[in-house]
T-cell receptor
Framework: KAGVTQTPRYLIKTRGQQVTLSCSPI?????VSWYQQTPGQGLQFLFE???????NKGNFPGRFSGRQFSNSRSEMNVSTLELGDSALYLC????????????FGNGTRLTVT | QQQVKQSPQSLIVQKGGISIINCAYE??????FPWYQQFPGKGPALLIA?????SEKKEGRFTISFNKSAKQFSLHIMDSQPGDSATYFC????????????FGAGTILRVKS
């Protein structure tokens, strides 16, 4: 079974631009969550989608948004990029919500210059 | 209230030794406690998880010990191997909040051969 696929793997953007990251979950998984990983703040929850609905949101500004499609694939968007948005963005999928194991992709490394 | 404190930051263990990583949490509403292992360039992978109604859970060389009254839980890696060298993260969540995990800061483990 294919794992969680994130594209692109690397991205370089300029301050003020916007970016869209893509995530394809494991087949059959309906929950997709997004996390930001930085050396300073560690792993932080961004949001979770289940059945195309945002179920939970972390403590991030409104510039961070996401969506989930009917095939469970998900995208996250960051508008008006800031230098501090440079991070590894991780997508994770699971069969269900709660204590269902989270399967992480290898992330998209975003660098904002 | 949402913090999970992890220690130590880094750990060096001889091959065959026991690696111990500790975590403490504040929110007594947390009811799911997973541990993740992350190798460079990869996303975190679930190692083992526990719920607060159990004091210990063992899977192969990995054991979680859970102390509900002290609000602490720990990961023990028995017979540590060089291949176990990675970053380990504890996490906690409320299952009713889905996959919104609060992660510890991580422990970099190096197993010397």
């Amino acid at each position: 079974k294919a794992g969680v696929t994130q594209t692109p793997r690397y991205l370089i953007k300029t301050r003020g631009q916007q970016v869209t990251l893509s995530c394809s979950p494991i087949s059959g998984h309906r929950s997709v969550s997004w996390y930001q990983q930085t050396p300073g703040q560690g792993l932080q929850f961004l949001f979770e989608y289940f059945s195309e609905t945002q179920r939970n949101k972390g403590n991030f500004p409104g510039r961070f948004s996401g969506r989930q499609f009917s095939n469970s694939r998900s995208e996250m968007n960051v508008s008006t990029l800031e230098l501090g948005d440079s991070a590894l963005y991780l997508c994770a999928s699971s069969l269900a919500r709660g204590d269902s194991p989270l399967h992480f992709g290898n992330g998209t490394r975003l660098t904002v210059t | 209230q949402q913090q999970v404190k992890q220690s130590p930051q880094s750990l060096i263990v001889q091959k065959g030794g026991i690696s111990i990583i500790n975590c403490a949490y504040e929110n007594t509403a947390f009811d799911y406690f997973p541990w993740y292992q992350q190798f460079p360039g990869k996303g975190p992978a679930l190692l083992i998880a526990i719920r607060p109604d159990v004091s210990e859970k063992k899977e192969g060389r990995f054991t979680i010990s859970f102390n509900k009254s002290a609000k602490q839980f720990s990961l023990h890696i028995m017979d540590s191997q060089p291949g176990d060298s990675a970053t380990y993260f504890c996490a906690a969540s409320r299952m009713e909040y889905g996959n919104k995990l609060v992660f510890g800061a991580g422990t970099i483990l190096r197993v010397k051969s």
